[in-house]
């Protein structure tokens, strides 16, 4: 069998093992877990109480949600932790998961940096405390939440103590409309929404005078202290009501956040007015245009007689049956609205680029270019190459050059993003993945790489037939030395041959009981890991953690030329038409800058499903340089390709770091510099550091 097939299939043994400890990793048997619909995933389950324990053994407690292909090929872990933090979780960064018959947080998603303003924490006993919420949370784990009363007073009560809590709006009686609508400004410290955005109202005194205009609310803890109403202050024990004085523009504008009212396309098709009809409590019937105010809650409606009419809202407990009447025209206008300003030709807009800075001078600092856009002040979209020039007066200049060649340089534009250019939907496909107002799934893909640079090298190592001195080290502490003779496979050193000093010899030949081979080559110390079966030069080691070139890669590298020549030879090496169109289509995918998970195993079937490809495919050329971070103590390893060459970036590499908590804990741009591996004793020590 030729190396080739032999890599591929360690490969893909590798991966089927994996999927294999998936199921392995579950303290829980699938009929345990209660599924959902999902168009993203095969197999997707609802938010339960549970837990995960990551890879340095931390055990984080909340609410888990599983989803992937099957329950023996998960893809990962959703968590919202006990005091409402929230993480995505790979299976390469734990080692176990499962339900919990623990305490129950019955709104994880309200708490913030384990705050609320307001909630109820209820005790095993049955005693129930209302207040603001202060959790304390030690390693993942939920020591003890502090109420404060209106009154100041405050009880700490031990999580063991607890059987359920939960945050909860404060609404107040003398406020017509949605108290959850309201929007509040944060104080410097992060706690407590004090003081309301403005907002179109009206407040009716104690007089019964009716008085409009801009309101804003002030509050302490959750006693509202007064209102103000175009600057004017009204004492809150005079005011018998106050509430929305908008049409249906300045509603959506305030929904939204924004000046644009058609950003309503972006809420639930039902928040927006639709035509339909109330029956109330006393059986009287309003027909016109009715907007649910929060689809999932029962929080009233928001009714206009007519369009041009103002709002008014009619409370919950004044309604017997609410019936909307939405058209497929809103709903073709709202995912059109939606598709067309959440995609540029198809690709997605990132949320949150990952500008890096290329050049930087005492005055200007200039990015590294990225695929994306900018609407000049006239409208113009224009689609290219986009990089920023920015100031040290915080000016900004928008460069871009279009597909032919012309550069627009703009100190102003209306709007400017950047484009995922590894992901495509046309209007069609986004249809087509859109359940429940989603969007198309985040694909955590493979990505073909061109690797002209590494062509050359030569990775086939020599055999030290003569002998050196050295030595050793087994798995379970023993050494051994002696005259090591080391040699290798057509790639790398698998065999070691050590003469004692009694003259007998000694072979160990792809043994996993082989912890390190250490010796010396010209003046320099040299030191190999053992890595399924191949011993592999260590680049650099801090503690536990080093880091070593990946013997068995699985991704695939296809140059422009190599790619050329592989196509035409594709007819005389590979016999199923199914198999050359795949590759073909891979082929395809690599040129139009698209790549997805299914893309690679699909290539590496086809690839793995014929036997005389001996002649087609040079190693060398085919896969990428791929590195393995490894936990000697564990054999935990996480793998990255050097320089960020790979578009999505080593998302297997970012696994692995997710697998600690002090990494889930560092800031976004603190995490994306041990993940680039810029500095790998940086991220080696940051590792070792993290283990306890």
Known sequence: MSNFIKALCCGLIMLFTANQAVAQKANAQTNNFKTRSSFTYDYATQYENGYVKLLDNTRLEGQIALYGKSFDELRGVKLITSTGKKYRLSMMSILEFGLSDGLINDTPYAFYKGWAAFGYVVTRSGQRYEGQLQLKETRGKLETITVTANDKTKTKVDAEEIQNYGASRFVDEKFIGNWEQLRWKDLASGFSNRNSHDFKGYIIDNAGQRHEGMISISKQANIIKKLMLNEESFDYEKVSEYGFDMRMDDYYKFITDTEDPNNIYYEPVAVQFNPGYIVLEDDAQLKGLISISQPDNATGVYYLASADDKVKYIADDKIAEVNQEISDETREKKHRYVYDTRFVDGHPITDEPDWEIEKETSNTKITKPMSGYIVTLKGEKIIGSLYLKQFTTNMSQYIIKDGNGKTTKKYYVKEFGVIDKSKKYTYEEYLAALKNDDEPAESESYALVATTAEANEDDVQKDFTAGVEGKVTMENG??????????????????????????????????????????????????????????MPVTHEYGRFLIIRNPQPT????????????????????????????VKNALEKQKSGEWSEDDQQELEDALNANSNLSGLVDFNNFFAKEYLVVNTETKHYGMYINNNIRPIGNYVLKAFLMGRLEYLELSRDKQKFYEKMKDPMATLKFLEDSVE
């Open 478 to 535: 023993e050494q051994v030395a002696g005259k090591l003779l080391l040699q290798a496979d057509d790639r790398y050193y698998n065999r070691v041959i050590i003469e004692l000093p009694d003259g007998t010899q000694q072979t160990y030949e792809n043994d996993a009981d082989i912890a390190f081979v250490e010796f010396a080559e010209n003046g320099k110390k040299v030191k190999l890991y053992e890595h399924n079966g191949f011993l």
């Open 555 to 582: 991704t695939v590298a296809l140059g422009a030329m190599f790619a050329a020549d592989f196509v035409n030879k594709l007819d005389e090496y590979i016999e199923a038409e199914g198999d050359r169109a795949a």
